[in-house]
């Protein structure tokens, strides 16, 4: 099957990045998403939402009024950035973290 896919290096990554030492912040609504309770008593298991969409998704879900669970891997900076957000505006959470693949 040669030449059916371009060249890419295939050097894995140890770990996702820390989104905390990003030099400009990416925008996950917390400054733009006004929730409406919508999802008020309901429970959200997110995972990887310490970061990226799934930081959005946390925050989205916990202004519709779910309590959150946020699994995350060992970026515990990232993970209480998420948290302070969450806690100051009064919702529920739960971190988790660790490898949610590990079956162990």
């Known amino acids: 099957?040669?030449?059916l896919y371009p060249p890419f290096n295939s050097?894995?990554?140890?770990?996702?990045?820390?989104?905390?030492?990003?030099d400009r912040k990416p925008d996950y609504?917390?400054?733009?998403?006004?929730?409406s309770g919508k999802l008020q008593g309901k429970i959200a298991i997110i995972t990887g939402g310490d970061s990226g969409i799934g930081r959005?998704?946390?925050l989205a879900f916990a202004r519709e009024g779910a309590t959150v669970v946020i699994s995350y891997l060992n970026e515990t900076e990232d993970a209480e950035e998420i948290q302070a957000v969450i806690q100051k505006e009064g919702h529920e959470y739960i971190l988790i973290p660790g490898d949610i693949t590990d079956e162990a």
């Open 11 to 22: 050097d894995p990554q140890d770990s996702p990045g820390l989104e905390s030492q990003m």
């Open 29 to 35: 609504g917390h400054l733009s998403y006004n929730g």
């Open 1 to 3: 099957m040669a030449g």
């Open 56 to 58: 959005a998704v946390a």
